[in-house]
């Protein structure tokens, strides 16, 4: 009995792709066709296990992969881990979630480095619900009745701990609440003096009484120390980890609360800006230097910036180096400022606000960097804003702020803005530009906001006798002194 030779398989394929590409797909239409079905069936469970998908962000090396999130908002990650298992976990890695938030907080440096692994999650997220103003609950916070008539430096907000002086008392106690925990606690003074300006640390809070003492007490175990002021006519207020500042004039007063000791130096020129470290017994400052005279128009012929540090050598502080800047600002814009004039201190650092003559200008103020590079910072102009705003950090480039608007009605807007750096304006400064990203819908409640405060996962404003708190983290629960709002 004969048997038939198998085809040549290769000798058909071959013809098969000598073809021309309407022939091909004429040749496998036919073959289709008279396939049987159970045939059919071994074709498909083959075709299935084939993919016409190419994971080009999957195939990318991990420097690539940080160049393409430089270019994303902390937004974009959470909706293009959805994409697929392998985008999830690629976009879940430390290396990516650090290198976003460093690009997102404008830093140039990895600022979540010191985190533990399991923490980081709850920073992104925490930050991108705050890039969107929607905070996961919001809580209230009963205040003395009538604060609206008092200076809004009778309040403070710092590290998760907000305080006030307390009107009930005839302002001679200052009260503080952990928002974390709802915990309150009560400071004061033996011959209960009449507190005014105050400050809080991540460790310390500190009140100027009418007796012209600068009071302060460790917050964990109410420890108390003062020391007396020169002046009641200060100009900066500022505490930073264990460390208190009191600027004047033409020199500042620097307390360590370890060691109880307080050492006056001499300054020359008009404080703008001024650094405070939390541990070591050092200052920095930035100082407007005159030139030629006292005049009230900033211009590179009449002034200049003087970066300069002071540290304690032999149980006095001297200064140890001096750097001189030209104005990184247009000749005529901003007139000097005045000794009011100062913006809510921020993580060891307090700033006088510069005001330009025109409305159209931004607003502006100088920081120092870590490097003691100065750094400009222009706020936004809101067409149909008057020229008043509130501004507070809720994290490196970003920030909570409040404008008064005018129409039918006057009311209040909240807009959160981020930072970018833009091309450095000389050698030493670098300058940013706070630009608005979102404004918020109007609340009922937001009528009338008198101070807002933000930081540590918290937005908070005053409004009458309440301080409403807005948080980020979705684990929190107001307790304690805090109640949920309705």
């Known amino acids: 009995m004969s048997t038939q030779s198998p085809p040549d398989i290769q000798a058909m394929l071959d013809n098969f792709l000598a073809l021309k590409t309407s022939d091909r797909r004429k040749t496998v239409n036919a073959i289709l066709n008279a396939l049987t079905v159970d045939e ?18 999957g ?28 985008w999830n976990e690629t976009l879940s890695s430390l290396s990516v979630l650090r290198s976003a938030y460093m690009y997102a907080t404008v830093t140039g440096k990895h600022v979540l480095d010191t985190l533990p692994a399991e923490h980081v999650e709850r920073w992104i997220k925490r930050r991108t619900k705050a890039e969107q103003g929607r905070p996961f609950t919001v809580g209230k916070l009963l205040v003395s009745p009538d604060h609206l008539d008092t200076d809004d430096e009778q309040m403070y907000y710092a590290n998760g701990m907000f305080a006030w002086v307390d009107t009930g008392t005839d302002k001679s106690s200052i009260c503080l609440v952990h928002l974390n925990t709802g915990e309150k606690r009560h400071f004061t003074t033996d011959n209960r003096e009449t507190l005014g300006n105050i400050h809080v640390s991540d460790t310390l809070v500190a009140a100027i009484s009418m007796r012209g003492y600068c009071h302060v007490w460790e917050i964990m175990t109410g420890t108390h120390k003062s020391f007396r002021l020169t002046s009641l006519n200060f100009h900066h207020f500022l505490t930073h980890g264990v460390k208190v500042m009191v ?14 000791i307080a050492r006056t130096f001499a300054i020359e020129g008009l404080i703008c800006s001024a650094s405070l470290h939390k541990s070591d017994d050092e200052v920095s400052l930035i100082c407007i230097r005159d030139k030629t005279g006292h005049g009230s128009e900033l211009s590179q012929a009449d002034y200049h910036l003087q970066v300069e540090k002071y540290t304690v050598d032999t149980n006095v502080f001297i200064r140890t180096w001096s ?7 247009q000749d005529g814009v901003y007139r000097r400022p005045g000794p009011d004039e100062t913006l809510r201190a921020y993580q060891g650092q307090v700033s006088s606000m510069l005001y330009p003559y025109e409305r159209s200008n931004p607003r502006l103020y100088l920081s120092l960097t870590d490097s003691d590079q100065i750094a400009m910072h222009r706020m936004p102009v809101l067409p149909g804003h008057i020229e008043d705003m509130d501004v507070a950090w809720f994290d490196q480039g970003l920030a909570f702020f409040t404008q008064l608007q005018f129409g039918r009605s006057r009311h209040v807007n909240i807009g959160v803005g981020r930072e970018s750096l833009s091309s450095p304006s000389s050698s030493e400064t670098l300058s940013y530009e706070l630009t608005l990203a979102r404004l918020l819908p109007h609340p009922p409640q937001l009528d009338s906001v008198h101070c807002i405060w933000a930081g540590d996962g918290f937005f908070l404003y ?11 983290d979705e684990d929190w629960n107001p307790s304690g002194a805090l109640s949920l709002a309705s």
């Open 247 to 260: 600027s004047y004039e033409d020199n500042i007063i620097h307390f360590c609360f370890a060691t109880g």
């Open 323 to 329: 750097r001189y800047e030209e104005l990184p600002f």
């Open 40 to 57: 059919k069936r071994d074709l498909k469970r083959k075709m299935d296990k084939v993919t016409f998908q190419v994971d080009i962000w």
């Open 59 to 86: 195939s990318l090396p991990p420097e690539l992969r940080d160049l393409v999130v430089k270019d994303l908002n902390l937004h974009d990650l959470f909706v293009l881990r959805r994409v697929s298992k392998l």
């Open 462 to 472: 005053l409004r009458h006798s309440e301080v409403w708190v807005w948080c980020f």
